[in-house]
C-alpha cells in the first residue's frame, strides 16, 4: 500500500496500550481536560491544499468509471468545496432538526438521500449547528428524552455530556428504538445503518475530510460506547463501527486514486526529456501529497474507531452488540484486505467462534464465508485455516441448527477453494449431516456429499469415460451401503433432492441398470430400487420423509407444475418397465413390495387415455395375481391389497378390467380355503392341508381389509373354525389369527353395509347376533398363552365395540338394535389386557436375539396402539370413564412410552364432562394409596404417588376460572376418601395421609374455594386428627399466598426489611480498580467452559491501563468513583498480548499451543457508599446491576466455549411416526 501510515501499524500494541486514542485527553488529569478544548477545533486550509488543491474521493469505491474526472480536476473540485464560508450561526434559515431526522428513519418510507442532503445544507450554514443536529438525532436515537445544548457543546467535554444524559436518562422501561419489538421500529435499525452510510458517501469528497464533524462525532461516540446504559452503548456501537466501515471504503478509494496518479508519474517520467511536462509532473506530485495526507486522515479516524470501540466492544456483554462488531469485521477484511486481512484482525473472528451465543457465532461464520469465497485471499487464511479447521468441524454439530448450517458451507469453501481441502476423516464429520432431523442441515450435508461425489466422479470419467449419472448413482449405492447411520433410503434422497434433482429424475439410467447387467451385486440392486422408489415419491409428493420438519409452506403455482410434469413422466416411463422388473424381482419379498407401491404415484387416467398404454394394465394385473399366489409375506400381501384397492376405484374407467382379476383371484382363494374346511373341523387335516388352508385364509384376510368380502359368506366358517380350535386347545396361530381377521372385517363391512342401504328387521337381528357371538370368542381368545392372537382378538374387541356402540348409531335411529354393549366380564378381561400385556416390560424376555432390536420396536408401536385403542372406547363412551383410572395411574411411571397418548386421553376427557374427569383423576390416586396400603401398611412411601398427582395437576391448564368445579370435586373427593372411617374398627383415618397427595392440587384453587374447602375439612375431620402433620400440611396447602406470607412476616418480626433504601446497585470502580475484579462476582474464568488449546481473549477496558504491579486500591471516595465499564464482564483478567503470540513471526514457525492468562488476585469489594445510591436511583431499571448481571452471565457469558456440541450424537429421524401424528392417526 502506498500509504505511510496503515491501520496494522497501529494494531501491533492495541491489546496493551489505548495511547492514542482520540478520547486519551479526556482521561487525563483535570487541570489537562481545562487546557484543552472539549470538541476539536477545525485547523487552519494548508497552503499546499488552497494552492495547489488535492485530490478527491468522489470517484466509485470499488471500480472507478473510465469516463470520471482525472485525480488533478477532482482536487481542484475538493478544494473549492473545503473552502465554504463558515455563516452567522444566528441566521434565521430554516434548517432540518433532529427530530424530523428521527421520525423520517422511524417511519422508513422517506428518502435517506434526501435527508442527508437537507442536514448538509444546514452544516454549511453553521457546522456547529449541524453538529448539534446531528449529536441530538444520536441521543433521540438511543431513546434518550435528553437534549445536548450548545452551551454544553461549548463548555463541557464529552465524559460531561455523557454523565448528564446518563441522568437525565430515566424511562422506567429498559427497552429503546433499537430493541423496541413490534411493526413500528421494524425498519429502524435499517434506516439507521442507511443513514450512516448515505451520510459517509456524502461527505466524501470534502467535508469529510475537514478534521471537525468526524473527528467529533466518533469522539462522543466512542464515549457512549463505553457507557453503562446499553441503549447508549448498543446505538453507538452500530453507528460507530457503521461510519468506520464506509471510512473503509473511502480510505480503499483514495488508495486507488493513489495507485492510479503513481502510474501516471511513472508513465510520465518514462518521456523522453525534451518532451517531459514539467508543469504536469508538478501537479501530480502535488496531488500524491494530498492524497497521502488524506489517506492519513482517514487512516487515524479508522484506527481511533478500531481501537475505542470495536477492541471493547467485541466482547460486549450485549449478544446484539458482539454481533454488530463481528458483522462489521467481516465487511472490513473483505473491503480493505490490505489493512485488515491479517492475522492481528483475524484472530477476532477465531476467537468468537467459541461465543456462547448463536447470533454472535452465526455472524462470525458468515463473515468467514465472505473470506473463502476470494480465490486471492486463501494464501492469507491459510494459518488461520490449520488454527481453527477443528473448532470449524465441531460446529456441524452446533445446538443451533442455523450455524451447524452455515458451517457446513463454510467448510464446503474450504473444500472447494484450498489445495489442501478436507481429508476423509474430515468429511466423515459431515457426511452423517444427510441423516439428521433438520431438513436444512441435511439440506447441507446432502450438498457437501454431492460436491464430494462431483469430485469422485469427474476422476472416474477421465478415465473409464462412463456415463456421468450412472456413475453418480454407483457412488451413491457405495455410499449408502458402507454407511452405518441409517438404513432408509428416503433420507439420504431428500437430502440430495436440492442439488442432485435431475440425477435422481433420471429415471432412464436407474431402469436400465436394473434390467441390464450393469455389475451390479444382489445387495447394490436391492438399494438401487429403493432409492428409484424414494426418488419417485419425493417427485410426486414433494414431502419430506417421517420425522423430518420442515417450515410449513404453502406450495407455489411453479411447483405445482414441476410436480404434475414429474408425475406425468414417472407415469409415461414406468408403466412399460414395471411389468418387466416385477417379473424379474417377483421372487424378492422387499423388492417385490417396494416396485408394487410405484403405481400409487402414477397418473391412472393415462391407462385408459393412451391407446399404446392400455395393454400393460393387462400385464400388471397378471403379475400381481402371479406374485399373491407366490408370497405369504405380510408386507407383499399388503401392498397387493393397497394396489389392488386403488385399480378398483370407481374414478378410472378401467376398474371393471381390475375388479374381474380381482374377484376371479379371490374366488380361487375361497375355493381353495373351504376345500380343506371340513377336514380341519374333524380333525383329519395333516400339516399340509392345514398350512394350504392357513395360507389361503390369511391371503382372504390381507385383501379384506381392502375389498368387500360379505359376498364370500366366510363369517360362519371361521367361526366354526375359531370355536373347534378352542375347544380342542389346538391352537394353530396363523388359522386362527387369520381366522379372526376375517371374521372381523366381515362384521366391519356389514356395518358399512347397513348403513348404505335398509335392511329388514331379520337381518339386524341376524346381525347382532353374530356381533355377539363374536364378541365372546373374542373374550376368550384375550387369556390364551400365543400372544399374537390375544393382540388380534383385543385389537378387533376395540374396533368392532366402537363401532357398534350407541354413539355410531345415534343419527339412524332404526338402527339402534344393532348397538352392543360390552359385558361386565369383558370389561374386566380388558383391564387385565390392559395391565397384564400393555402396561408391562416382561414380554420383552420373550424376543430372539438376532433380531432383538427389531422386534422390539414392533412391540412397542403395537402396545401404543392397543392402549389408544382401549383410550377410544373410554372417549367414546363404550367405557364408563372411571375404566380410565387403570390408564392415569402409569401416567408417570410410563410417561416416556405412552405419555403422549395418556396426556390426550386426559385432555379430551376433560372436555367431554370435566367434573367426571377430576374426580376420575382423585379415583385413580385413591386407588393407588389403597393399594400401598394392602402391599405394606407399615412403611408408606407417598414419593411415586405424589409425582403422579404433579404431572396430572398440570393437566388442568391454567385457567382458573374454567377448572374451579373440576378442582373443588376433586378436592371434595378427595377429603371424603381422607376421613373415611373403616368399617372393620381398625386404626382411626388409615387414609388420612392421603391429603399429602391432595395438596399437589391447591396451587390452583381460587382464593374462596380455598376458604369453602378449609371449612369442609374442619366438618369432616374428626378434631383429634387436626393437629396431625398430613392434615396440618394439607390446610397449609389451602391457605393463600398473600396470607402465608403475612405469618411468614410475623414470624420474623419485622426482619424483613432493615434498611429504608432500596438494595445497592453495583459499586463504580475507579480506573484503578478497573483491573481488579469484585470478590462477589468472583473470576470470570469460573464460569468459561473454554477446554480449546487457544487462549480466550482477555477483556478490555476503556480506562487507562495501569502499571503490572498494582497495590492495593485505597477505600474510594464518592468523588472517586468514575464512571465503570460494566459491559467489559471479568475486566479483571490481564490482557494478553495475543497479537504477538499469533501474528509474530507466523509464516516461518509452526502455531504452538498458547499460556494461559493469569488471573489478578480478586480484591474484596467496598461498602456501597448511601449518597451514591440516592443520587442514582433513576438509573435502576436502565444500568445494569451486579445480581442481574450474574443471571446473564449464565444466558449470555462472553466469548466461551459454546455448548454447540453438548448434544455431541447426531439427531437421526425416527422412523416411526413422531407424537403428532400419531395422535392424529390414533384419535381421530
Known sequence: MASSSSVVDSLEDLDSSDTGSIYEPQKNSKKKKQKNPAWPQPKKPRRDATSRGTASISSSIANPSPGSPSPQEQARSQARSRSIPVRNTNESNKAISAKEIYDAICSGKAAIVTVVDEWLDSYKQSRERGLLVLINFIVQSCGCKGMVTREMLDSMSNAEIISTLTKEFNETSGNYPLSTPGPQMKHFKAGLCEFSRVLVRSCRNSIIFDEYIFPSLLALLTGLTDSQVRAFRHTSTLLALKVMTGLVEVAVTVSVQLETTQRQIDAEKSKNPQIRASDKLEEMHATISELKENREEVCSMMNASFRGVFVHRYRDLLPEIRAICIEELGIWLKEDPEDFLNDGCLKYLGWTLFDKQSAVRLQCVRALQGLYKEEEFIGRLELFTSRFKERMLSMVLDKEPDVAVEAVNLLLLIQQMTEEGLSEDECGHIYPLVYAAHRGLANAGGTFLYNKFQSLISKENEENNNNNNAAFFHVLISFHTQNEFHEHGAYLVDSLWRVAASELRDWETMSAMLLQDAGLQYEEEGVLLELMMCAVRQAAQGTPPVGRSQARKIMSMKDKKIQEQDRSRITTHFIPILPQLLAKYSADAKKVSLLLKAPLYFDLEMYSSTQWLKKYLDLLLSQVCCIVEKHTDITVLQACALLANSLCSENYTFSSRAHLVFSQLLDELVECFNSHLAEILQGGADEEDTYTA??????????????????????????????????????????????????????????????????????????????????????????????????????????????????????????????????VPLCSELTSFLLDHIFTDEEEGELCDDREEEMKMTLFQKRRRQLAGYCKLVLYGVLDLSAATNVFKHYSKFFKDFGDIIKETVSKSKLINPVQSAKTVCLCLQQMFSEML????????????????????????????????????????????????????????????????????????????????????????????????????????????????????????????????????????????????????????????????????????????????????????????????????????????????????????????????????????????????????????????????REEDKDEPEIEDSDSESHSSYTLPSTRHSSGNVLDELFD
Request: net charge neutral.
Open 694 to 823: 392357513a395360507t389361503a385364509l390369511k391371503k382372504i384376510a390381507v385383501f379384506s381389509s381392502a375389498r368387500d368380502s360379505t359376498g364370500w359368506k366366510l363369517f360362519d366358517p371361521c367361526l366354526q373354525l375359531l370355536n373347534s380350535r378352542m375347544e380342542s386347545l389346538d391352537l394353530h396361530t396363523e388359522l386362527m389369527v387369520s381366522a379372526l381377521k376375517c371374521a372381523g372385517f366381515h362384521l366391519m363391512w356389514a356395518k358399512v353395509n347397513v348403513d348404505k342401504s335398509k335392511p329388514k328387521a331379520a337381518e339386524l337381528k341376524h346381525l347382532k347376533k353374530d356381533v355377539r357371538l363374536f364378541c365372546r370368542i373374542c373374550q376368550t381368545c384375550l387369556s390364551v398363552d400365543k400372544m399374537e392372537i390375544r393382540d388380534e382378538a383385543f385389537q378387533l374387541l376395540c374396533d368392532l365395540l366402537l363401532l357398534y356402540s350407541e354413539g355410531s348409531f345415534r343419527s339412524e335411529p332404526a338402527l339402534q338394535t344393532l348397538v352392543h354393549l360390552p359385558s
Open 934 to 1189: 394392602i402391599d405394606d401398611p407399615s412403611q408408606q412411601d407417598l414419593t411415586e404417588i405424589r409425582d403422579l398427582a404433579k404431572k396430572l395437576a398440570m393437566t388442568f391448564g391454567i385457567d382458573l376460572q374454567r377448572i374451579r368445579k373440576p378442582l373443588v370435586a376433586l378436592h371434595l373427593d378427595g377429603i371424603k376418601f381422607a376421613c373415611r372411617v373403616p368399617q372393620d374398627g381398625g386404626r382411626q383415618l388409615p387414609n388420612a395421609d392421603f391429603l399429602e397427595i391432595l395438596s399437589e392440587f391447591s396451587f390452583k384453587l381460587l382464593h374462596q374455594d380455598r376458604v369453602v374447602i378449609a371449612e369442609f375439612l374442619k366438618s369432616e375431620c374428626p378434631s383429634v386428627a387436626l393437629s396431625w402433620p398430613s392434615v396440618k400440611n394439607y390446610q397449609r396447602s389451602l391457605e393463600s399466598r398473600s396470607a402465608a406470607r403475612l405469618k411468614e412476616q410475623e414470624v420474623a418480626g419485622g426482619a424483613v426489611s432493615r434498611q429504608d433504601s432500596p438494595q445497592p446497585k453495583r459499586r463504580r470502580r475507579t480506573p484503578a480498580e478497573g483491573l481488579t475484579p469484585s470478590t462477589t462476582k468472583g473470576p470470570w474464568s469460573e464460569s468459561s467452559s473454554i477446554h480449546s488449546r487457544m487462549h480466550t481473549p482477555m477483556l478490555t477496558s476503556t480506562v487507562q491501563k495501569q502499571v503490572a504491579h498494582l497495590p492495593p486500591p485505597p477505600s474510594p471516595s464518592p468523588s472517586t468513583q468514575g464512571r465503570a465499564a460494566e459491559s467489559d464482564v471479568a475486566s479483571g483478567l490481564a490482557e494478553l498480548e495475543s497479537e504477538d503470540e499469533f501474528s509474530s513471526g507466523m509464516l516461518m514457525r509452526k502455531v504452538n499451543p498458547t499460556k494461559h492468562g493469569r488471573l489478578i488476585p480478586a480484591q474484596t469489594a467496598p461498602a456501597w457508599d448511601k449518597e451514591d445510591v440516592a443520587s442514582h436511583l433513576t438509573l435502576l431499571s436502565l444500568i445494569e446491576d451486579e445480581t442481574s448481571e
